[in-house]
């Protein structure tokens, strides 16, 4: 850019020096383009409102109005000739728009731009021509200045403040029109302070004058107009409103508003909160109504994360025999955790609650005392919270409750509804218990009327039997080498038959009337093989006979052993039903004295229904319990399925002595019943098989408050309690109970001399764990006269007689 100034109107010592500058500047091409008007600059071509003259060359004439404007990245000086004005445009870096001041009369020879919407000159030539007044403000409304006939003119007005703000370019503030705000801004470039508008504020009066602009990024150019004010000195305040202040104003709405929400919040907490409570009571009357600690778990997995926010659910149970806390899982077996030495992790909190029993929250599990795994994204929950189960002043187990999306705590309202769910599911377990205890009691007594019943058909059957079998047995000595000696034969051999079917019969369902005999494994085995041969080779079912050919005895019913062995090949060969290959495998072992019986098939893995196995299992697991074993499914991916049926071997002295004629002086009127109460499995079915093996009928329960209920309506002749049993403790216990049993036998831990000495005498024992032999044979003779000594062992499809 070339500023020449010119001499015209100028006198003196400044004219001399305008002069000399004029020499040295002057360029010959600007006298040979014509002058244009200004507002001819200014003109628009519709429909966008472009610049008419955008890139043409133009000489100008104009007095600058305004000193000039610096922004971060060009620099703007207005001009006007009266009746219009135009904006020079140069870069940021060129300061030498600062040396012309209002009153300057420039010559401008430049190119016409477009600078956001307003049209400006990009000079390449500026000339002094003279020095005047400055020019007059044009008066406008606000409202008036929303066209482009006032753009590059001073301009005065006035307006009512709607807002003040900052960019990175300058300060502004709003005027309020009808057509919308009308900003006066305040240029700066990047290294000035904002201008200072902190004593104006929304709803003031003001005064302003400066230079008509546009700033108007997107097309059409027909809106976006400001003026543009040089010093906040010219932004003149005429006074604010007497009405009511703004502040106070949205203060009070703020208030008004502020009390509507906390209303509006604490009528949709106390709808939550109900809503929550009744489903908690709904969640509580279906927990109680459970049929399994599975089906409790699904349960409140699916209700608590809707009532608690949480994410995910544990339930461990207490388990006293192995002083474990065992995982609930809906599918596969319990994961245990030990009490005494507990993993890292959640499950250290889980112990931790079960040892205090006390609810434990961990809002934050990076800030846990616990050392948990996996914090950096593996699946570790984010906040927990432990519930102890209590069930009659016991803690029988832990309730876990997680959240993975955030750190949270829990409120005191939510630990308290945890609480009471963790105490409903621990009494919804009692309750599972004292169903399972009174659903075995039934099935006894109704195993006991159906031997009842059977019994007196058998008597009926038997006489008739016994006469045809005496009958047909002289027939065939008369009719030896006759013609009729086939058919008195076959007759004779029927009825052999019947009266064995007859005999099994009672044997299966009045087992208190069945007496422990020495039973061949092995035999038993071949006999059903042969039993079940023709149908099998009619169903084109091949058999693997893989059993040993030494006799290999257990002491038991071998008409119950019979029916269980029975029930699992009918079941292997109804699964062979669809297989490509049918193969039934049979096998048997010698494990440390115990018998262990296979039962393999190839079934295909869609015929496999899940109920009819477990109904299987279900009907045999009892008997073979009773017999001192137990019975399983072993099936694996990629292996073919079978039963196993584990057994106890009888030695020879016990086999000889169950053979011999002493053996059975029990009869079915003497049998003697016994009430175990032990909440250790491990214990309790050590004892029911000493117990089984000296004739008694035992009832077994694992809490003393059922034990003593039971007593009042059944007259046992001893009763069996451990020290551990939960609900009544057992010094009360063997009080109430000592004048309605024969006999009542503490279960200690180990042998304790000074518990003995306090408590034995009148009808009281105490036997240490694990029971031995002698041990227990010393009390039941100690009880003799109220229970004879038993030799029969009475099993029954329950296990327990």
Request: charged letters at 20%; a negative charge; one cysteine or more.
């Amino acid at each position: 850019m070339v500023v020449c100034p010119n001499t015209g109107g100028v006198s003196g010592s400044r004219g001399a020096v305008l002069a000399a500058m004029a020499v040295l500047l002057w360029h010959p091409a600007a006298a040979q383009t014509a002058r244009t008007a200004l507002a001819d600059v200014n003109r628009r071509s519709p429909p966008n409102q472009i610049p008419a003259l955008e890139g043409k060359n133009v000489k100008v004439r104009g007095v600058v109005n305004a000193p000039a404007f610096h922004f971060p990245n060009y620099n703007l000086l207005g001009i006007q000739d009266g009746l219009a004005g135009v904006v020079l445009q140069v870069e940021e870096r060129d300061p030498r728009l600062d040396a012309f001041h209002p009153g300057d009369i420039l010559e401008v020879d430049g190119a016409v731009a477009n600078l956001a919407g307003a049209v400006t000159i990009v000079p390449a030539r500026i000339t002094v021509a003279g020095y005047g007044d400055s020019p007059a403000a044009v008066t406008a409304n606000a409202q008036d200045l929303w066209t482009g006939r006032f753009l590059g003119l001073l301009v005065r007005t006035e307006g009512r403040i709607k807002k003040t703000d900052e960019t990175t370019a300058g300060a502004y503030l709003d005027l309020d029109t009808a057509k919308g705000p009308y900003r006066l801004f305040l240029p700066r470039t990047s290294f000035e302070p904002p201008p200072d508008l902190s004593n104006l504020q929304a709803g003031d009066r003001i005064q302003a004058s400066g230079v008509a602009h546009q700033y108007c990024p997107r097309m059409p150019y027909d809106h976006y107009y400001e003026l543009l004010v040089s010093d906040p000195a010219q932004i003149i305040p005429l006074g604010r409103p007497r009405s009511v202040s703004p502040f106070l104003l949205a203060s009070v709405t703020g208030l008004v508003l502020l009390i509507s929400f906390l209303l509006w919040r604490r009528e949709s907490g106390m709808l939550g909160q109900r809503e929550r409570m009744r489903q908690t009571y709904h969640l509580g009357e279906e927990i109680l109504g459970a049929a399994s600690t599975e089906a409790i778990l699904k349960r409140i997995t699916e209700a608590l994360p809707g009532i608690l926010s949480v994410t995910r659910v544990r339930l461990y149970i207490y388990n006293r025999a192995a002083k474990t806390l065992d995982a609930v899982r809906d599918c596969g077996g319990p994961v245990s955790i030990s009490l005494s030495s507990p993993p890292g992790g959640t499950q250290a909190g889980a112990v931790a609650c079960f040892h205090y029993s006390t609810l434990l929250v961990i809002p934050d599990i990076d800030r846990s005392p616990f050392p948990i795994v996996g914090k950096d994204g593996d699946g570790a929950p984010k906040s927990l919270l432990f519930v102890p189960m209590m069930a009659q002043g016991e803690v029988i187990g832990v309730l876990e409750l997680d959240q993975d999306d955030r750190v949270r705590d829990f409120t005191p309202d939510e630990q308290s509804l945890a609480q009471h769910l963790a105490n409903q599911i621990g009494v919804a377990m009692r309750l599972l218990d004292q169903r399972t205890v009174q659903e075995q009691l039934y099935r006894t007594e109704k195993m006991a009327a159906v031997g009842r019943l059977i019994s007196g058909i058998v008597n009926e059957l038997q006489t008739p039997l016994s006469s045809i079998s005496d009958l047909a047995g002289r027939a065939l000595e008369k009719s030896q080498l006759g013609p009729a000696e086939r058919e008195v034969s076959a007759i004779s051999e029927q009825a052999r038959k019947a009266s064995a079917m007859v005999a099994r019969l009672v044997s299966f369902a009045a087992g208190e009337q069945v007496e422990a005999r020495p039973v061949s494994v092995s035999s038993l085995l071949r006999t059903l093989i042969d039993f079940r041969g023709n149908e099998w080779k009619a169903s084109g079912i091949r058999v693997r006979d893989l059993t040993t050919r030494e006799p290999l005895l257990v002491l038991g019913s071998e008409g119950q052993l019979e029916q269980v062995f029975l029930t699992l090949m009918v079941h292997a060969e109804q699964a062979l039903a669809n297989a490509p290959q049918k193969v039934i495998t049979i096998r048997t072992s010698l494990l440390a004295k115990r018998l262990l019986v296979e039962i393999e098939f190839t079934a295909a893995p869609e015929s496999r229904k899940p109920e009819e196995t477990a109904s299987v299992l279900g009907v045999t697991r009892s008997v073979v319990a009773g017999h001192g074993g137990e019975v399983r499914l072993i099936d694996k991916p990629g292996a073919d399925p079978h039963f196993e049926v584990e057994l106890p071997v009888a030695s020879k002295e016990r086999a000889a002595a169950a053979a011999t004629p002493v053996a059975a002086t029990r009869t079915a009127s003497g049998t003697a019943t016994a009430l175990v109460i032990e909440p250790d499995d491990v214990s309790q079915r050590q004892l029911l098989a000493l117990m089984a093996t000296r004739g008694f009928r035992v009832v077994p329960v694992t809490n003393s408050d059922t034990g003593l209920e039971l007593a009042q309506r059944i007259k046992f002749d001893a009763a069996f309690c451990s020290i551990h049993a939960p609900g009544l403790n057992w010094v009360e216990l063997s009080e109430r109970m000592q004048s309605r049993v024969g006999g009542f036998v503490l279960l200690s831990d180990g042998y304790d001399a000074e518990l003995s000495a306090d408590f034995e005498g009148e009808g009281r024992f105490v036997l240490p764990k694990p029971v031995q032999e002698g041990d227990l044979d010393r009390v039941l003779q100690a009880i003799e006269p109220k229970a004879p000594p038993a030799q029969v062992i009475p099993i029954t499809r329950s296990g327990v007689a």
